[in-house]
């Protein structure tokens, strides 16, 4: 998938996290969209732990609890392909989640590359 596409998929979406994610793909970070699909059960499972644990830490985050919500909600897609945004030197890193064929984005949220602020509800 192309940068501007990714940009082009996210100006479709509403949120604080949508926004910021676009900032940082138009700033330059790095993104990776991994081939294959991603089975949606699977997924939540593993991100409703991986939210418990950022906010067991004391790690920042921003959109992660609405982001499990519209994973949910979109368990009729049954699988999703999944994306990345940042890196090591970044503020923020970022997961997305996208149609099995690429055409939306299902869910993204960012989590803090620094352990200062614990995480909102």
Do not use: N
Not at 18 to 26: F, H, K, Q, T, V
Not at 31 to 54: C, K, Q, S, W
Not at 103 to 110: D, E, G, K, L, T
Request: charged letters at 25%; one cysteine or more; hydrophobic letters at 45%.
């Amino acid at each position: 998938m192309k940068r501007d596409t990714l940009i082009v998929l996210l100006c479709a979406e509403a949120g604080d996290v949508y926004e910021s994610c676009r900032d940082a793909l138009r700033a330059g970070y790095d993104f990776t969209v991994f081939d294959g699909a991603a089975p949606i059960g699977a997924l939540v499972a593993t991100y409703r732990r991986r939210e418990r644990h950022t906010r067991s830490r004391g790690i920042r985050t921003l959109g992660f609890v609405q982001a499990l919500d519209r994973l949910v909600s979109a368990e009729d897609l049954g699988e999703l392909l999944i994306g990345q945004v940042g890196g090591a030197r970044t503020a923020w890193f970022y997961q997305l989640f996208l149609a099995p064929d690429g055409s939306r984005v299902v869910a993204c949220f960012a989590v803090g590359q620094d352990r200062e602020v614990a995480s909102g509800p």
